[in-house]
């Protein structure tokens, strides 16, 4: 059974940058079959896609978050990682990290339990 | 991109029919066969319920349907269960890799 699970830092400060990173087991990240994504879902609001990486390296960001996301992948470790940099309080969010498949381009069918990041001083 | 426009709230008693609607443009919901719906329940990850407008993951009843007409996709939950009350949020691709959501909409079971 495929399991996601986001690790790192809870609370961030504004200004600083999010890191964070999601283990894959119970398969492998270099399957051609997949991309591997971020979302991420304000407290008390609805879900905003982040972007999604493939194994190669290559991502793809929302627009409205190009500026500030880097994504990228480890294969030897079956993670990926987002980064958003100059965080603000808009950006407190719970974090899933997710699975899409690479033949039906919006269909995101295993997620992590997700974690909440606070941008706080 | 703007996010898909929902209703906020839907209801229905235990056995009845709710149908939840998702509007979009003819830059996602109208140009693509890809809506999907999902389901989520307080403080749990979103779980799919269908991608492909219309195609259920395996394990999901066939009491959930989908289906879209030009710009505006649409969710039914027929046989209404005490356990169908949650969120349930749509979501779109949108070109160049890109999906957006809807706002969510909280289906009440009375």
């Known amino acids: 059974q495929l399991q996601l699970q986001e690790s790192g830092p809870g609370l961030v400060k504004p200004w600083e940058t999010l890191s964070l990173t999601c283990t894959v087991s119970?398969?492998?990240?270099?399957?051609?079959?997949?991309?591997w994504g971020w979302i991420r879902q304000p407290p008390g609001k609805g879900l905003e896609w982040i972007g999604i990486i493939y194994y190669s390296g290559r991502f793809y960001c929302n627009p409205s978050l190009k500026s500030r996301v880097t994504m990228s992948v480890d294969t030897s470790k079956n993670q990926f990682s987002l980064m958003l940099t100059s965080v603000t309080a808009a950006d407190t969010a719970v974090y899933y990290c997710a699975r899409r498949s690479a033949t039906s381009p919006n269909k995101i069918d295993y997620w992590g339990q997700g974690t909440l990041v606070t941008v706080s001083s | 991109q703007s996010a898909l426009t929902q209703p906020p709230s839907a209801s229905g008693s235990p056995g009845q029919s709710v149908t939840i609607s998702c509007t979009g443009t003819?830059?996602?919901?109208?140009?693509?066969?890809?809506v999907s719906w999902y389901q989520q329940h307080p403080g749990k990850a979103p779980k799919l319920m269908i991608y492909e407008v219309s195609e259920r993951p395996s394990g999901v009843p066939d009491r959930f349907s989908g289906s879209k007409s030009g710009n505006t996709a649409s969710l039914t939950v027929s046989g209404l269960q005490a356990g169908d009350e949650a969120h349930y949020y749509c979501?779109?691709?949108?070109?160049?890799?890109?999906?957006?959501f809807g706002g969510g909409t909280k289906l009440t079971v009375l």
């Open positions: 003819i830059s996602d919901v109208g140009g693509y066969n890809y």
């Open positions: 119970g398969g492998s990240i270099s399957s051609s079959s997949y991309y």
């Open positions: 979501s779109s691709y949108a070109g160049s890799n890109n999906v957006v």
